[in-house]
């Protein structure tokens, strides 16, 4: 898969991706770190990148329905989340190629324990 990482995830997210075998841009490094999520979200459709975030207005799907996209990955995250607590759920995912290959066209909401698939397959 090829992911964009957004903004509010570490840096070290789009290396972990790599490290996995995925391909992975940080949208800091594409110049799209201060732009509105509506901007970040056609530059990923457009490209076609896998958008990973942990902000949950890319889970509305009425915003952003999943099947005009490769794939929507958000991360609920506790408030209090470090930087490891965020690694640790994309290496989670990252564990769960089940979920890696019907990621296109759907949004996948991953928890610390759980990871959602919507729309159901």
């Known amino acids: 898969m090829k992911f964009l990482v957004d903004a509010d995830l570490p840096r070290r997210t789009a290396e972990l991706l790599r490290q996995h075998g995925q391909d992975a841009v940080d949208v800091r490094d594409e110049g799209l770190g201060a732009v509105p999520d509506g901007e970040i979200a056609d530059y990923a459709r457009s490209r076609g990148l896998c958008l990973m975030s942990g902000d949950f207005g890319f889970a509305d799907i009425r915003n952003y ?46 928890g610390l324990r759980n990871v959602r698939l919507r729309p159901k397959p």
């Open 65 to 110: 329905p999943p099947e005009r996209y490769p794939g929507i990955v958000v991360l609920q995250l506790p408030r209090d989340a470090t930087a490891g607590t965020i690694l640790a759920q994309v290496r989670s995912l990252l564990g769960r190629e089940d979920v890696l290959s019907r990621l296109p066209g759907r949004l996948a909401i991953v």
